[in-house]
């Protein structure tokens, strides 16, 4: 797409995608690069500005090499003429100031990139990309895959065809209500299949506990799964995928990157796929940007900004080993944990937050009878772009009520705690 551009070098500093998203908040694209990128390759992106976020590291010669790799680009990108903003101004207090001027006065940038204009665009790229060929969309029910359907079937309508895998996952009851939504008695005109594949998934993460081993599972077999469905329905082209920003860049996709965990949608794809091409349409946009493309599509509000929920489901919520006793545990915790939040607006404040299992056991007493069961452990964050985040202020009582419901209605819990630690150097979900 056409569109003026500010770059931001990571140059070893964390907060390197949280100033591509303060840029993007001013209407101009902004994408994050490695400083180890070569200065061809960036000249060629033709940017306005670059915006160099420097490392701050208590290794000394780590921050030494960086820093005079850092000076030598800095010194060829002047030679381009373009605007450079060095990382260690945006630390102050008027840091948002800060990047507004450099976009808006140095940069000169008019601020005309917004959702219309990238849903209008990201729909004629998609049919001159697809032609007349089929398309097989993963539609997990999720918020990312949900606006990634709605857009493909304006695009390209009946091409497309929609496979929900019930991996047995998720949360409680959504299955159905994925299947309400987007199925036949739907409000979207899809072609919807759903495949109950639980006992599939349980039987290949069966004695696994190593976390990405887990992701990295779960994401082939929901290729397989795909692959098998297109040689039922026929030849299919080309595999949609909800995939966003932050997911190439925890993925560690990337010159210079830094793996935080796969995502089963980038990382965790196998190394064969049998596809011509795999659509990934809002694999440029933060969280807080696919939902403003959703409300463009035309997609109800309480779809756009329901909960996130990870690809990998609750495979990522509990720790250890996977079993369909333990994901009818947390479903059961986080159910209540979600109905108890939103009974205090919560959801108007945090984030994200739900309930997961931990592998820890630990004595209790239930009546007059010892009990050695699970401790449930709460995430409630604090989070614009779901790239760092705090713990949420939670009041007192309402973790108490979320405490004594679970405790009293799942079985198999008799501790619960409150998850305090923030992104980073935690990450949101528990694996």
């Known amino acids: 797409m056409n569109k003026e551009m500010i770059i931001v070098l990571d140059c070893g500093g964390q907060y390197s995608r949280l100033v591509a998203s303060k840029v993007r908040s001013c209407n101009v694209y902004c994408e994050v690069y490695s400083y180890r990128s070569g200065i061809d390759k960036i000249s060629k992106l033709n940017p306005k500005g670059i915006i160099l976020v420097c490392m701050r590291s208590t290794d000394a010669d780590m921050s030494k090499d960086v820093n005079a790799t850092v000076d030598d680009k800095y010194k060829d990108i002047s030679d381009f003429g373009i605007p450079v903003l060095v990382g260690e101004e945006l630390h102050s207090q008027n840091g948002d100031e800060v990047i507004k001027e450099f976009v808006e006065i140095t940069c000169g940038c008019a601020g005309d990139w917004n959702m219309k204009t990238f849903v209008e665009e990201s729909i004629q790229s998609i049919k001159e990309i697809v032609g007349d060929g089929k398309v097989l969309c993963a539609l997990s029910g999720g918020v990312d895959s949900s606006v990634a359907a709605v857009m493909l079937s304006k695009a390209i309508g009946n091409q497309l065809t929609c496979v929900f895998v019930d991996h047995g996952l998720l949360r409680k009851n959504e299955g159905d209500q994925v299947e309400e939504v987007f199925g036949s008695k739907g409000c979207y005109d899809l072609n919807f299949i759903r495949i109950n594949a639980q006992d599939r998934f349980y039987s290949k993460l069966a004695g696994v506990t190593e976390p990405e081993e887990k992701r990295k599972i779960i994401g082939e077999e929901f290729i397989r799964v795909f692959e098998e469905e ?72 309480h779809l756009v900004f329901r909960q996130p929920f990870p690809g990998p489901g609750l495979g990522v919520r509990i720790v250890g080993e996977v079993t369909a006793e333990k994901v009818k545990i947390v479903q059961e915790a986080d159910a209540i944990c979600r109905e108890e939040m939103e009974k205090v607006g919560m959801n108007k404040i945090a984030g994200q937050y739900f309930a997961a299992l931990t592998n820890m056991r630990s004595v209790g007493v239930t009546g007059d009878k010892r009990t050695y069961d699970y401790a449930v452990a709460l995430r409630a964050v604090n989070t614009t772009d779901f790239m760092t985040a705090k713990a949420s202020e939670v009041p007192w009582e309402v973790l108490q009520k979320i405490t004594d419901r679970i405790i009293g209605e799942v079985d198999q819990v008799n501790r619960v705690l409150y998850d305090l630690t923030g992104k980073p150097p935690g990450t949101i979900e528990l694996e």
Request: hydrophobic letters at 40%; proline letters at 6%.
């Open 230 to 301: 297109a040689n039922k329905i026929g030849k299919v082209d080309f595999l949609v995928q909800g995939t966003i920003y932050p997911d190439i860049i925890e993925s560690g996709v990337g010159e210079g990157a830094t793996v935080i965990k796969s995502h089963h949608n980038v990382g965790g794809l196998p190394d064969y796929v049998d596809f011509k091409e795999i659509i990934e349409p809002l694999k440029d946009l933060f969280k807080d940007e696919v939902r403003l493309a959703g409300l463009e599509l035309g997609i109800p509000e």
